[in-house]
């Protein structure tokens, strides 16, 4: 299955939207939060890097990040990698809560990494009313 990682500048936070999602995946789904920067608010690429390697099982990760410093974060993150798998892994353009949420019911099913991704994605049309 593809792994999901959530980023975001608060480890609860990112811990939070894990456990909303994990509610609604698959066992074995690996989503991994990789939230806050040494103990305080922010973002730590080498926690990042770290996060998308445990959620990999070979067939891809989505990184979900909630505000833009989290993207700058995540695009190191992948500079720290194997450059094996910084072909496997998409930063997506999502609502962080939403778009993990449809992510990981998406990687559920058994999808591809572009499945998954454009799940993740899709969920910035979800309209509330």
Sequence with gaps: MVGIVVVSHSAKAAEGIVEMAAQMSRKGQKIIAAGGAN???????????????????????????DLGSAVLSAETALELLPVTLQTRVQIADAPVLEGTVSAVVQASLGSTLAEVLAAAEGARELRKK
């Design 39 to 65: 103990g305080t608010i922010g973002t730590d690429a080498t926690l990042i890097a770290a996060a998308i390697e445990a959620a990999d099982t070979g067939e891809g990760v989505v990184v979900a990040v």
